[in-house]
């Protein structure tokens, strides 16, 4: 299971409270690797398009975040270099697909 991995610091000792001095604190994400696989195949699609860099430029320190995420992403999964990549990434969004079951997603504005 693909982690995302960021440097650990004191909030997390501290019976749990969040230390706010604390400016370069750690967290763990765990995903699936069909997870990482899909948000990594969705974020590549995304940055760089004029609406998602826009709502990001909404709050650019996201961009530090994404930037991480994106590239711990592209450094953990191999299915990305692998030439049966659509494949891959087909069957990985079907089983996402699947074991959401009837769960819709946010409304659409229409």
């Known amino acids: 299971m693909p982690l995302i991995a960021l440097p650990r610091g004191r909030g997390d ?3 749990g409270q ?5 400016p370069d604190d750690e967290l763990t994400i765990k995903l699936t690797r069909d997870q990482a696989f899909v ?13 998602f860099d826009n709502l990001v430029n909404e709050e650019r ?3 530090s975040p994404l930037y991480a995420i994106a590239g711990t992403l ?4 191999a299915e ?6 659509p494949g891959r990434l087909h069957n990985a ?5 699947d074991s959401l079951g009837d769960i819709d997603g946010p409304p659409t504005e229409q």
């Open 13 to 15: 000792q501290a019976g």
């Open 18 to 22: 969040y230390a706010s001095s604390v």
């Open 39 to 51: 948000l990594s195949d969705w974020l590549d699609q995304m940055m760089g398009t004029a609406a």
């Open 61 to 63: 320190a996201a961009w």
């Open 74 to 77: 592209d450094k953990s999964l």
């Open 80 to 85: 990305i270099f692998m030439p049966d990549y």
């Open 93 to 97: 969004r079907q089983r996402l697909l």
